[in-house]
């Protein structure tokens, strides 16, 4: 069964430093997202991207983060100068096309990265 | 602006008992899906159920069974015969029709323990 993954599983970083966090999408979806958790928090929407461009973000998602496409495979998130508060699990999720009218195609979520900023 | 409330943050119950998960939400969107997912200790979220707006008709699926009532704005999560692996955190989620992505909005999750 196609799924999405996610690397690493976990990351530690010193305050500052610049985070790639990288994910494989199951292939033949076209919609990708990215969600956090800060430890015993809710699940929280990040950005979502469709046609190599963003198509929506939340107010999280400010200037020191970006995501992109790099290849046909991989679906990066990166945190520019990361805060002690940038500490969650980031999960990966894509989805299908088909938004048309009221069809729903459902998110699949990766296993998540651990990020821990020291 | 869509919100989701999980007003139990945690529940314990002796292993068969069933429990009941509630979930409140918010949306002006007439056409709208509601979801449940389960996060186990290992930390992944596991899809068990979508509903659309439309269609208010429960379902039972094996131990697990769901009532939506649009005219109360919840959507509440039934396990029958709990077992100890159904220890996890739940969580409730909505996403609206309007918008391009469909976003999903999260409840901060109830915390099941299930003791044998």
């Known amino acids: 069964e196609p799924e999405v993954t996610q690397t690493p599983s976990h990351q530690v970083t010193q305050m500052g430093q610049e985070v790639i966090l990288r994910c494989v999408p199951i292939s033949n979806h076209l919609y990708f997202y990215w969600y956090r958790q800060i430890l015993g928090q809710k699940v929280e929407f990040l950005v979502s991207f469709y046609n190599n461009e963003i198509s929506e973000k939340s107010e999280i998602f400010d200037d020191q983060f970006s995501v992109e496409r790099p290849d046909g495979s991989n679906f990066t998130l990166k945190i520019r100068s990361t805060k002690l508060e940038d500490s969650a699990m980031y999960f990966c999720a894509s989805s299908a096309a088909g938004l048309a009218g009221f069809s729903y195609n459902e998110q699949f979520f990766g296993p998540g990265t651990r990020l821990t900023v020291l | 602006a869509q919100k989701v409330t999980q007003a139990q943050t945690e529940i314990s119950v002796v292993e068969k008992e069933d429990v009941t998960l509630d979930c409140v939400y918010e949306t002006r969107d007439t056409t709208y899906y509601l979801f449940w997912y389960k996060q186990p200790p290992s930390g992944e979220l596991v899809f068990l159920i979508r509903?659309?707006?439309?269609?208010?008709q429960n379902e039972i699926s094996g131990r697990y069974s769901w009532n939506f009532q649009k005219s109360t704005s919840s959507f509440n999560f039934t396990i029958t015969a709990s077992q100890v692996v159904d220890s996890a955190v739940y969580f409730c989620a909505l996403s609206e029709i309007s918008g391009s992505a469909r976003q999903l909005t999260f409840g901060s999750g109830t915390q099941l323990t299930v003791l044998p």
């Open positions: 509903r659309n707006s439309f269609d208010e």
